[in-house]
């Protein structure tokens, strides 16, 4: 006879699993720009995709074992064309895709005896900025709407906190890729890890472009925003310091060319007395030239 377990012991042991699986991958980041979604994931193999196109306008990203959530992907690719053949091409939603994924992974972690390891983003870029759409499914079937940003998998609190407070409205891509990269390269000692370009896999859903917005940033591209984004990173440090054309000026200090005008004499004769006192090319006083110590 086999030991009983309470289904809520059950629950828990599946969601601690999940969890530590996903916990060994690296974090994802999905955040809004002026011109559409960037979905940025560090991924050194070329070959094996994190992020993908589901359909016209949305684009899929996940974390934890590939052979799960690409599964999931191909399943949610079936469903956006058999929904927008049957229907029209405006009915396939990242909405719809989201709530598809939320029932299988929900079915999955409560009847199977394994959960599935991965956690999933669904973003749909919109017209305009208010008709962005990012939702977040995690193993255990649950979709949160998120608004401007998510970070996912991983360490994703620490990248959630950075990527707060650099993450602001109406970014450029540049900008949103600066923000991006620097949640991503953060650790947690407050340190920075170097990421280069072939260690990182970056799409966007272009707001401008008709029809299919997706589109994947690779080698030049890639490496002209890693340059602006690192610029961009040294720019105040630079500018923190001042030059020696921007040095605090010295204190003024009395020169003798600057000394206060004294009442003039009354003109005497040449045989007169000289005037008494030092001599003011004789003075001890600063010219005001050099600077203080």
């Given at each position: ?20 699986g996903i916990a060994r991958g690296r974090s994802c ?265």
């Open positions: 006879m086999p030991f009983y377990v309470s289904p809520a012991q059950q629950m828990r042991d599946k969601a601690e699993y999940a969890r530590q980041v999905t955040l809004q720009y002026a011109g559409g979604i960037l979905m940025m994931a560090p991924n050194p193999s070329s070959a094996l995709h994190k992020i993908s196109e589901i359909y016209d306008r949305i684009a899929f990203a996940a974390v934890g074992r590939y052979n799960e959530y690409e599964n999931l992907r191909k399943a949610g690719v079936t469903v956006a064309d058999i929904t927008g053949y049957q229907f029209d091409r405006r009915d396939v939603t990242a909405r719809g895709i989201a709530n598809y994924y939320a029932q299988t992974l929900g079915t999955i972690f409560t009847e199977s005896n394994k959960p599935f390891e991965v956690e999933i983003v669904v973003a749909e870029v919109g017209e305009q900025p208010d008709g962005d759409q990012i939702y977040r499914i995690t193993f255990d079937g649950s979709v949160t709407d998120e608004p401007g940003f998510v970070a996912f998998g991983g360490e994703a609190d620490r990248v959630s906190a950075v990527l707060k407070e650099r993450y602001s409205e109406g970014l450029s891509l540049a900008g949103a890729f600066g923000a991006a990269l620097s949640a991503l390269s953060a650790s947690g000692n407050g340190e920075r890890t170097e990421i280069v370009d072939s260690q990182l896999e970056v799409a966007i859903l272009d707001r401008t472009r008709d029809h299919r917005t997706f589109r994947r940033i690779r080698a030049t591209r890639l490496e002209e925003l890693i340059a602006e984004a690192r610029a961009a990173e040294s720019g105040p440090a630079a500018s923190g310091t001042p030059e020696a054309s921007e040095a605090p000026e010295a204190p003024d200090t009395p020169a003798a060319s600057q000394a206060p005008e004294t009442p003039e004499a009354p003109e005497t004769s040449s045989d007169s007395a000289p005037p008494t006192g030092p001599d003011p090319s004789q003075t001890d006083r600063g010219g005001g030239t050099e600077p203080p110590l």
